[in-house]
């Protein structure tokens, strides 16, 4: 029996809800001050009209659905699935007001594309683009990557009810300490750690290479966000290749790793147990994967002959296949080159990557190593059961922070899940083809929007169907959400029009 | 007969010194970057003519600079100075001795419209020197028609807008706070 | 993926200060480390394949 929403129900939704998209419109204050400091006053009054006009929708969810119920567990993935919809309209009104934009649709795919860290773009004429719409692009990256709930418990809430469903219903599941707002909390110092060392050293590199300081810093600052972030957007149309530095690539690549790292092991790893860096049932399936798949990129490269010896080579397929793993998106190739240089064979083997992903609890999507992981110990553990005797008892064991024993349980949602993280890549990419497209580019483009990658192989531009355009959206955000919360949310409407 | 063979003779020391130049009369194709991109492998090591806003800056090191041409439709007007949207970017990364860079005054930004250029060199699918880049290595520029700032006024319904929504917040927050300590 | 895990928190002795910063940069290093570790790993893999296919 469905039991439906009670209106007290909704208004618990509406002003949790209501919460979040404050912070989006607060977070709106940073491309303002930086508009307002270089003198760009247009771009200012943008940003003015979406951090006024974001305050008010959230204000007014919280007068109108004021409630003095609690959070309990039915209201928070529900809550998180609203917020991240009406977040991603609010989000959009700088991007509509810059001109940018060709349509509505093509603003709300890029902030939904930089809210779930997936680097694909519909903006025109980046390289005219003002500071002030830079900057948003990067703290909508970053924002997004650290979790706009995260950012809520870390200031706007006081703790209070079930708030950990709230964040658990963003896709992270790890609880580094007691408290989900302490955990909240120390997601932020690890990835402000993080910022202070990476952008320094990104910005010091960047005046070395030739670039004038504000500059430097500027890009410094938004390729540390789009690289922790794993996000995937770049400052210029040229994305990565734009430096044309090995030095400035390998400062990319440890920070865009080290940012799809899973919290939990950089808070291990902080409070002394860095043998966890190498123990990890993650990192083991990352570096694993990785590895293979960088090899079969190795083989499919040589094979064309475009890259004439094994230095360069490794430069460009290693990067393109780490920055495909981490779910990262910056290229360090033309995204039409996938197609012209390195054909369908490499185009296959950095699908499989980017359909993989990186770890759970971290900026980065896909399936994720950790069920991948599993998956594997599983299917082991099934191959020792069957010519073991039928009297023993097999235990399949797995490290991840602790010692763990895989029972049942977990091992069926685990395939559960990447069950519909395949089933979505599928899906996806049919929609790409009936779009008229080829199928191994349909297929590129759609498992990279569908595991929040963001590189390109080119099919994606303005003039892509709306439809096909409406698609990735709903695949970015299902990516993202790891699906349990959007499927709350139709759960939730379901319970509205059937419940009794 | 003497005046023709000295004819030829000149005729063949002006083609081979217009040749060495590399900028001789069909030696250099022009070429768009949308070509480039599609065609690697076909233009790979053919000296190209390549014309472009110069947008960002001139990243110098040692002698050499890189700099970034934009052959798209914003290449003449922005967005900003009045363009419509016709698609992304799209240009190619050229490298070139310094001193042909410092030919340009204006980069391409949100501000500033940037020099148009013309540069020649080679196009490289997979450059070996410089780590299997696709680029241009520009051995000449010239400044086709110099860049100009660009006006992005305010306008001011923007902050008539901002100035109402923010009055509008301000009333909701008291709204709010009545709700909510009234409780 | 219900693999909840518990809190990390009885693992940790609380860190301040000085300290806390000390040990943040020192995890960043080793964190770096691991990716050069992999990325010359599969540097030689590809110097490998390279040698075998010939290029």
Known sequence: ?500 | MRLRVVLALAFLMAASFLNSTGTAFGDARTASSTELVEHPAEWDGVTVTFEGEAIGEAMVRGGHAWIHVNDDAYARASIEAGAKLAGFNSGMPVYLPAEEAEKIEDFGSHTVQGDLVRVVGVFRAASPEHGGEMLIEGSSLEVVRGGSAIEDPLKPWKVWLAAVLAAACGGVLFALRRLTHAA | MRARTRSCARLVRPVQGLEAVNRLIQGMVAEALLVVGIAVAIASATLLVTLVTGL
């Open chain 1, 1 to 500: 029996m469905i039991l439906r929403p009670t209106w007290d129900d909704h208004k618990v939704v509406g002003m949790y809800a209501g919460k979040i998209i404050m912070g989006i419109g607060l977070l709106m204050s940073l491309p303002l001050i930086t508009s307002l400091v270089l003198g760009e006053w247009d771009t200012a009054a943008d940003f003015g009209i979406g951090l006024f006009g974001s305050l008010l929708v959230g204000l007014l969810m919280q007068l109108l659905f004021w409630t003095r119920k609690r959070l309990a567990r039915r209201h928070g993935l529900v809550t998180v699935a609203i917020a991240w919809l009406l977040g991603t309209f609010v989000g959009t009104i700088p991007f509509a007001l810059s001109g940018h934009y060709g349509s509505y649709l093509d603003a709300v795919f890029d902030v939904m594309s930089g809210l779930t860290t997936t680097g694909l773009y519909l903006i025109q004429d980046l390289d005219h683009v003002s500071n002030g719409l830079s900057m948003w692009r990067f703290v909508l990256t970053f924002a997004g990557g650290q979790g706009i709930v995260v950012i809520a418990l870390t200031f706007l809430f006081k703790g209070a009810g079930a708030i950990y469903q709230l964040y658990a219903g963003e896709g992270k599941e790890e609880q580094l300490l007691p408290n989900v707002v302490q955990t909240a909390r120390a997601i932020w110092v690890i990835s402000l750690g993080w910022l202070v060392a990476g952008a320094s050293l990104l910005s010091i590199t960047g005046l070395v290479l030739g670039m004038r300081p504000a500059r430097a810093v500027l890009h410094g600052i938004w390729m540390f966000m789009g690289a922790f972030s794993t996000g995937g957007f770049a400052p210029q149309s040229y994305n990565v290749i734009w430096f044309h530095s090995s030095v400035y690539e390998a400062l990319c690549v440890i920070i865009f790793v080290a940012g799809s790292l899973n919290f939990a092991l950089h808070w291990a790893v902080w409070h002394g147990w860095r043998g966890e860096l190498l123990r990890n049932i993650e990192t083991r399936s990352f570096a694993a994967t990785l590895a293979v798949l960088s090899v079969a990129a190795a083989w499919a490269l040589a094979d064309t002959g475009i890259y004439g010896d094994w230095v360069v080579l490794f430069r460009k397929g290693f990067y393109q296949l780490v920055s495909a793993h981490t779910t990262t998106g910056f290229g360090t190739i033309y995204s039409r080159a996938f197609v012209t240089q390195w054909g369908p064979g490499a185009m296959l083997i950095t699908m499989a990557a980017m359909a993989i992903g990186a770890s759970s609890c971290s900026t980065a999507g896909g399936i994720k190593g950790l069920r991948v992981g599993l998956i594997t110990k599983s299917f082991l553990g099934e191959v020792r059961r069957t010519i073991s005797p039928e009297s023993s008892r097999i235990t399949v064991r797995y490290h991840h922070i602790r010692d763990q024993v895989l029972g049942e349980p977990v091992t069926r949602s685990v395939l559960t899940i990447a069950v519909i993280f395949l089933t979505m890549y599928a899906v996806v990419a049919v929609a790409g083809v009936f779009a008229g497209y080829p199928v191994e580019q349909a297929a590129f483009e759609g498992i990279s929007a569908a595991s929040n990658s963001g590189l390109s192989c080119g099919l994606l531009t303005p003039s892509t169907p709306d439809l096909l355009k409406g698609v990735y959206v709903l695949a970015m955000w299902l990516g993202r959400m790891e699906f349990i919360a959007v499927l709350a949310l139709a759960g939730w409407a379901w319970a509205v029009v059937r419940g009794r």
